[in-house]
């Protein structure tokens, strides 16, 4: 199939992005790797009437290391990210979750701003975002805002940010020298969106849990944060008896649905299955 007629615009900076997406009232949309939009324009699941393409923007394609905080350009490819060393050496379980997304092709051409913005619930990018405790930036005609994480993920394919806003940034904390962080995921194939994923940070001493980070992918509207999981991790350490509690509270807190990939109890089971996983994966073996 073909897309429904639209204009098209290909501004040079945000600014000019950003007047565009005025002009049209906020019903155009802002084409970043074009991976899900353009599909979804195919079949007619998306019919705006002016598409915004950020491509010429080179001004958001980066990635730079400022104290404790990492910094990424919106329309930084995702495998540009995938093998920066910057992003290895302060951020690897971005570069983990990175080896789930698609396949070389998808992470050739997708953007980290794009995946964040199109909020698909079984996408590994929010899913790190929130385990990583990062934040975008939104620019609008009113300015620039910070939204953290928790913040910006509302529903499937929905987030907090307004019809006039564009993600311009990405950034997350640098990790401590000394976590332990996994991602577990099960799909039907290699490269298939998750059916259910799990993405874990933990910084121990010894058997105590100093800090537990976990978020979850697929199982829900949206990617969430496992507090209640991570609470008995840094309650109770990091034993096999706190391990299985924690897997427990991550099966009990997500709400999937059913589909015809899965029940939502199977994914129910699965969140707890993934999680007990990453987590042994994390603290690594003989732990």
Known sequence: ??????????????DEALAVLERYDGEARVLAGGQS???????????PPALVDLNRITALAYIEEEGE?????????????????LIAAKLPLLREALRWVGHLPTRSRGTIGGSIAHADPAA??????????????????????????????RAALTTSLAPLEIV?????????????????????????????????????????????????AG???ASI???????????KGLTDDAIAEAADKAKAQVDPASDLNGSAEYRRHLTG???????????????
């Open 225 to 235: 944060r496992l507090h209640d999981a991570e609470a008995v991790l840094e309650q």
């Open 168 to 216: 311009t940034e990405v950034r997350f904390p640098a990790m401590p020298g000394q976590a332990g962080y996994a991602v577990e995921e099960f799909a039907r194939r290699h490269g298939d969106f998750a059916i259910a994923a799990v993405a874990v940070m933990v910084v121990r001493d010894g058997e105590r849990c100093v800090k537990a980070r976990l978020a979850t």
């Open 37 to 47: 939009l353009v599909p979804m324009m195919n079949f007619r699941l998306a019919a």
């Open 219 to 221: 199982v829900g509207p």
């Open 1 to 14: 199939m073909k897309p429904a007629k639209f204009e098209y615009h290909a501004p040079a900076s945000v």
């Open 124 to 153: 590994e990018i929010p899913m790190v975002l929130q385990a990583l405790e990062g934040e975008i930036v939104a620019s609008g005609p009113h300015g620039e805002r910070l939204v953290p994480a928790q913040d910006l993920f």
């Open 273 to 287: 299955v993934l999680t007990s996983r990453a987590i042994a994966k994390a603290i690594g073996p003989g732990a």
């Open 69 to 85: 905080m990492i910094r990424i350009g919106a329309m930084t490819r995702q495998r540009r990210i995938e093998t920066d060393p």
